[in-house]
């Protein structure tokens, strides 16, 4: 079954913020980690990497570090906590995505640069905007549901993830990239990008 998210009407690609951005992938994640059910936090996802579990926990500390990028302030990646030991980590996780959101709203935040590799502010935030993205097919494949994000998103994604690619692979961030056919969907074609094979986590 595909899940029902909301949907803001399309306006073209430059006219979007990035917090706007983040508002609409954050309203089609969020609804995602709530309805994940404790049962299925062992299941295997399309990153080789975490189970259900770690997925969510990586997410989550991205959610929480980017908002400290937003603000110009050091995050912190080098242990991951296990978010998911509080009783109330679903409702938690919906609450520092509105936070994130809001940081990245802030008069300046997606202007100049940030982060310790001084990358155009507007790439820093489009990273998490491709965690809160991609993750959330990972989980939503993991979990058996269906996913496709908002097609301005996925179109702000396919320019942001050309440029980083490069980069992003020889640090081990994404894999070698799938080829698709040629008449492959968008969203297919920005998942194969980062090394994920949409062939082989296909809805059921």
Excluded at 10 to 15: A, K, L, V
Excluded at 79 to 100: C, G, M, N, S
Aim: net charge negative; aromatic share 6%; hydrophobic share 45%.
């Amino acid at each position: 079954m595909t899940d029902r998210t909301p949907r803001e009407p399309h306006t073209p690609r430059e006219s979007r913020r990035l917090a706007d951005l983040l508002g609409i992938a954050a309203a089609y994640a969020v609804p995602l980690v709530r309805d994940t059910t404790d049962d299925r936090l062992d299941a295997p996802t399309p990153c080789a990497d975490y189970d259900v579990r770690g997925l969510l926990n990586h997410l989550f500390h991205v959610v929480v570090n980017f908002q400290l990028l937003a603000a110009r302030q050091q995050p912190d990646f080098s242990v991951t906590p296990d978010y998911l030991a509080e009783p109330d980590w679903r409702a938690r996780f919906e609450k520092e995505t509105a936070r994130l959101v809001a940081a990245w709203a802030e008069p300046g935040a997606d202007e100049g640069t940030a982060g310790a590799m001084n990358l155009p502010a507007r790439t820093v935030g489009a990273m998490v905007l491709l965690d809160l993205t991609v993750h959330a097919w990972d989980l939503a494949r993991a979990t058996g549901r269906a996913f496709e994000p908002d097609p301005v998103v996925v179109a702000e994604l396919a320019g942001e993830v050309a440029g980083m690619a490069p980069m992003a692979r020889k640090m081990n961030v994404f894999g070698e990239a799938v080829e698709l056919p040629a008449d492959a969907p968008a969203f297919a074609r920005l998942l194969a990008a980062t090394g994920r094979d949409p062939r082989e986590w296909a809805a059921a």
